[in-house]
């Protein structure tokens, strides 16, 4: 069993602050939440992406807090030392602060020590809500998943230089609200190199570059369970490795290394 102290959110501002790259994968079960914190992972996202990779529908709308509720609460019995932020599903957050707050009480009281909600500027006074009131926030901007429809498919965001100055502002909105991480998704790797080395929290990035200061990925993904095509952003560690334990190992030095991911290949 390692030795690691539990991941807080101070270790994180410290990684951030010494430039050391925050390791984080999607989990959804307490099997693998274990094998994922053994190996060094430093955050486990109970993504709402299970609606794709484990119900098998076609996005994440349909994920119910329910069901982000009993996949936090099996990610926490598995974990022991990692850092557990829980999506806070479609719907969920968006008709007023008060419900936010509320539904973000049931994530934490599953096992949740942070939740993530998607979207920029209107997100701003809802994060500053759940902050104030003791609720740790990672914000998600970029291509935002829930908002598949709306942004017409699965499309790098923040290309042209009205879109980035947007997406800048609303970094900058959310951190001031108090969000503690921000998740940028499908960005290119330029814009998402600034931000990192602009915004006072760390930035995780999928799809977004090496610049990051961490990196996400679905765990199904990065285990070559894609089902199709893989995305360009990701990479199967399962092929070579021994194990999906020395997968998830080989994704954590790489991250840490800065050797993934390669902004030849998986960057926009
Ligand atoms: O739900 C999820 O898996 C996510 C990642 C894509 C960052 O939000």
Redesign the pocket.
């Known amino acids: 069993m390692s030795s690691r102290k539990p991941v807080t959110l101070h270790r994180l501002r410290e990684m951030h602050a010494t430039g050391e790259k925050i390791a984080v994968l ?1 989990c959804y079960d307490a099997a693998f939440a274990r094998v994922l914190d053994e190996a060094g992972v430093d955050v486990l ?1 109970v ?3 299970l609606g794709m990779v484990l119900q098998g529908r076609p996005s ?1 709308l349909p994920v119910s807090l329910d069901t982000m509720a009993y996949h936090t609460e099996c990610v926490a019995r598995g974990n022991r030392t990692a850092w557990v932020i829980a ?1 806070m599903p479609f719907g969920s957050y968006q008709e007023s602060a008060e419900l936010a707050m509320r539904h973000a009480v049931r994530l934490m009281q599953s096992g949740a020590h942070m939740v ?1 909600l998607e979207g920029g500027g209107w997100t701003a006074p809802i994060v500053r809500v759940l902050v104030d009131r003791g609720v740790p926030v990672c914000a ?1 901007l970029g291509f935002t ?1 829930q908002s598949v429809y709306a942004l017409g498919g699965y499309r790098v965001q923040g290309r042209d230089e009205g879109a980035s100055r947007v997406l800048k502002q609303h970094a900058a909105e959310l951190a001031g609200a108090g969000a503690a991480l921000l ?1 940028l ?1 499908m960005v290119p790797a330029a814009l998402a190199r600034d931000l990192t080395n602009t915004l006072p929290i760390p930035v995780i990035g ?1 799809g977004a570059g090496a610049g990051c200061g961490g990196q ?1 990925l ?1 765990l199904h993904d990065m285990l070559g369970l894609t089902g199709s095509e893989p995305l360009r952003f990701v990479r199967d560690f399962l092929d070579g490795s021994s194990s999906i334990e020395a997968a998830v190992r080989k994704f954590v030095t790489d991250v840490r290394a800065g050797r993934f991911p390669d902004d030849a290949i998986h960057s926009f």
Do not use: A, N, Q, Y
């Open positions: 999607t996202l993504g709402d992406s994440t999506d993530k998600h998943p998740v998704e999928i996400v679905v």
